[in-house]
């Protein structure tokens, strides 16, 4: 129990102020490890491109003075550090600035990130229930040949690269399409283009461009959660207060639901969070094999035109992103895990 500078006892915080201020010096971390994160990536951006390429090839050659010109306009006559600290003031006021063809940066933002985040969102929550369910699973049927099979199968599913992966199903269902006489599951954007769907017809549309597409993305993932949770059940399998619970009179299943569940879980909401970034990376990839035209997508037309802006504001979304999953697998580590709380 902490005092005051009087030397009379200071009433203990609650744990649900203590929680919440544990998850404000979260919160404050990441917003730190966010701006390092935007930092270095328009350094290495500004160090590497060069905005200018295109004008410094022409036949017959760009005049310097264009150059110079179109040079201060982009901003690139100043220092990098005086470009970031001028584009980070202006970003809390949802100025991103301009793309080096002179777009309004902020134009593209909210479409852009409502794309990913309507290709992620479904991929990875049916990822994080099917690995869980597919984990549990393998642990109590450990040693058998459904066991061996599934986790041969997850092995291989991480072994392929999502780009590989995303070609092999687009490959794979191409002749179900042609069977058909039409795309029952399209290959390419979010919907059929020029159509002028609406209601039911417009939903069932994007539900048949957001399959294969959610596919190649929950596939690694599933994978890559059920061989965790899996290793995670059958430590609690053999541990000491599970075979307590059991003495007790509680039978395996009640064990296991009333006991070891919670406790497999718990590592699973951190390796969720830590991981949550890479599985984004895979989903650049996904973006351009299905010609959804969100952030990854978006990122990689950036860097192919050499414009850090963009290149900046794209890690900064795709960094909130990650930790906004972060700080609720915190939430949720809290809810599973009392001791957390303190």
């Known amino acids: 129990m902490t005092t005051r500078g009087d030397g009379r006892l200071l009433a203990p915080a609650s744990p649900t102020l203590r929680m919440a201020r544990r998850l404000g010096i979260r919160l404050a971390g990441w917003a730190g490890l966010c701006f ?10 500004s160090l590497t491109f060069d905005p200018l390429a295109d004008l410094r090839t022409t036949q017959p050659p760009t005049p310097q003075t264009v150059l110079d010109a179109r ?6 006559d100043q220092p990098i550090p005086t470009r970031f600290l001028t584009w980070v003031a202006a970003v809390p006021s949802g100025d ?35 690995g869980i369910a597919f984990g549990l699973w393998g642990a109590l049927r450990a040693g058998r040949f459904s066991d061996t099979a599934s986790m041969t199968i ?15 199903l687009k490959i794979l269902w191409l002749p179900i399409n042609e069977a058909a006489g039409t795309d029952l599951l399209p290959f390419s954007g979010e919907r059929t283009p020029g159509s002028d769907l609406t209601g039911w017809a417009a939903m069932t549309d994007r539900l048949r461009h957001l399959i294969l597409p959610t596919v190649t993305i929950a596939l690694p993932q599933i994978a890559f959660y059920s061989r965790f949770q899996r290793a995670a ?14 003495a007790r009179g509680l039978t395996r299943f009640g064990a296991i ?32 094999i299905f010609g959804w ?14 414009d850090a802006m963009v290149v900046a504001t794209a890690t900064l979304l795709m960094a909130i992103l990650v ?6 697998a915190e939430i949720a580590l809290a809810v599973l895990d009392p001791r957390t709380r303190t």
């Open 36 to 45: 390092a994160a935007v930092l270095l990536t328009y350094t290495l951006a």
């Open 323 to 328: 930790v906004t999953v972060g700080w609720i």
């Open 293 to 306: 035209h969100g952030l990854g997508d978006w990122l990689m037309s950036a860097v192919e035109h050499q």
């Open 71 to 76: 040079a201060a306009e982009l901003g690139l």
């Open 96 to 130: 991103f600035g301009v793309t080096v063809a002179g777009h309004d940066i902020s134009e593209q933002v909210g479409q852009r990130a409502g794309a990913s985040l309507r290709l992620f969102l479904p991929g990875s929550a049916a990822a994080v229930v099917l």
């Open 233 to 246: 059940m059958l430590e609690v399998l053999d541990s000491e207060f599970l075979r307590a619970a059991r």
């Open 257 to 288: 639901r009333t006991h070891g569940l919670r406790m497999a879980l718990i590592p699973m909401t951190a390796l969720i969070a830590f991981s949550f970034g890479l599985h984004l990376a895979g989903g650049v990839f996904t973006e351009r």
């Open 154 to 168: 997850a092995l291989v599913l991480l072994a392929i690269p999502v780009f590989v992966l995303g070609t092999v």
